[in-house]
Nanobody
Framework: QARLEESGGGSVQPGGSLRLSCAASGRFIRTLAMGWYRQAPGKQRELVGRVISGGSLEYADSVKGRFTISRNAAERTVTLQMNNLKPEDTAVYYC??????????WGQGTQVTVSS
């Protein structure tokens, strides 16, 4: 019903920046939310930031002021701009799409490593 293709990620030094992009395809018209989660080794997957239907933005407290999420509805893409990255931001980042009716889809994940 939906497929997510992620791009971006990689390795950067503390204080650096990275951009993640996610493009959704498939047979859907409306979305409930689209955004990014992350999972560090030994930890649970957590929300990073997402765009909720209507345009509201939601961020984890740990990334507020450093990360910015934006959506291009026409192109069905969501972008996460990550600035002032810290070692604790190291994780696998997953794109997430939620559709009306409860369907939820995940990307394959992309590694972000912040290390000096």
């Amino acid at each position: 019903q939906a497929r997510l293709e992620e791009s971006g990620g990689g390795s950067v030094q503390p204080g650096g920046s990275l951009r993640l992009s996610c493009a959704a395809s498939g047979r859907f018209i409306r979305t409930l939310a689209m955004g990014w989660y992350r999972q560090a080794p030994g930890k649970q997957r957590e929300l990073v930031g997402r765009v909720i239907s209507g345009g509201s933005l939601e961020y984890a407290d740990s990334v507020k002021g450093r990360f910015t999420i934006s959506r291009n509805a026409a192109e069905r893409t969501v972008t996460l701009q990550m600035n002032n990255l810290k070692p604790e931001d190291t994780a696998v980042y997953y794109c997430n799409l939620r559709l009306p009716g409860g369907s939820e889809f995940w990307g394959q994940g992309t590694q972000v490593t912040v290390s000096s």
